[in-house]
């Protein structure tokens, strides 16, 4: 039996050390792992009728959003994470950048750095949504359009006190000095062959590929729930034209509906948010949710039980 996992890029890590352990007590069983930038994931299942057994994104809200009801009936938040601003020691600056002085960094000659498509992959949406929130952080209004507006087809207007971020389909980056790729993932290699000066990951990626990183304030890296209602005040409206509102990061885990094996995909994903998932998470520098939680408690698979609350058990 081969089990198609599709994964948001992040998690390839963390994924990889659960398959070798979930192959070991199934020796019948091949787990595919397929990583993707998120939306490509979902998109994979709900266009082109693509039929996978697990679906993990790094983006929770795309399961209900886009998933829900017609493709999948639960799903759970399993783990979190931050953004951070990774670079390597033969990065331009790399000797006097801060979390103070970064945004000053990027905008010096001959300095690139790197994200992913916004249309594509959360990390891509959430490198604008953090940097309209450093404008807010640092009190200064010239951040988002040194760095994003005047270096791509990227635009932003406020509206209703909300700063609204449409990335086109075609982004038109100016190659010279920012570098855009599908996937958040495909700019580790050029961060650490001193390709490229820095790159937006989650700080995951960045420990999992010993990269050096700048860490963030709380109320600009998109992991606190003490700052939702300010990362609410950013919107990043993407070319299919859905909009994606800044929260804090947490990723989603469900078996859709028309997965060849549901049995299995329904026991890979307890061995990602049992115990020892638990750990390879925590290891990983990616926190767990512990317990997960549970969307459409009433749909969740009987083995995962033990291992989730339900969403309104918690709220309450």
């Not at 996978?52 to 979190?80: G, H, N, R």
């Amino acid at each position: 039996i081969t089990l198609k996992v599709l994964l948001a890029g992040s998690l390839t890590s963390p994924l990889e050390k659960i398959k070798a352990e979930f192959e070991k007590d199934f020796p019948h069983i091949i787990v595919q792992l397929e990583p993707a930038g998120s939306v490509a994931c979902v998109n994979k299942i709900v266009e082109v009728g693509l039929e996978a057994d697990v679906l993990a994104t790094a983006d929770y809200s795309l399961i209900p959003s886009m998933m829900i009801p017609d493709y999948a009936d639960w799903y759970l938040t399993f783990a979190k994470h931050e953004m951070v601003l990774t670079y390597s020691d033969a990065s331009a600056y790399a000797d006097e950048i801060t979390k103070d002085n970064w945004y000053q960094i990027l905008q010096n000659e001959g300095v690139t750095w790197g994200f992913s498509n916004p249309n594509l992959d959360p990390c891509g949406y959430r490198t604008p949504m953090v940097i309209q929130l450093a404008e807010f952080f640092y009190g200064d209004e010239m951040i988002f359009e040194n760095l994003i507006a005047s270096q791509s087809a990227i635009t932003i207007r406020e509206e209703d006190g909300v700063c609204k971020i449409s990335t086109p389909e075609d982004l038109s980056p100016n190659t010279e000095k920012v570098v855009i790729r599908d996937k958040s993932v495909d700019l580790v290699s050029m961060v650490q062959s001193g390709g490229l000066d820095y790159a937006w990951e989650y700080l995951s990626v960045a420990k999992q590929n010993n990269l050096k990183y700048v860490s963030l304030s709380d109320a600009i890296n998109l992991s606190s729930m003490d700052y939702e209602d300010t990362y609410k005040k950013v919107q990043v409206i993407t070319s299919d034209n859905n909009a994606k509102t800044g929260k804090p990061i947490v990723y989603g885990i469900t078996v859709p509906l028309n997965a060849p094996h549901p049995e299995y995909g329904a026991k890979f994903v307890e061995y990602v948010i049992n115990g020892k998932g638990q750990e390879i998470f925590e290891e990983d520098g990616q926190p767990p949710i512990v317990p997960a939680v549970a969307y459409e408690m009433e749909n969740v698979p009987e083995n995962l039980m033990e291992y989730v609350i339900d969403i309104e058990e918690r709220d309450s």
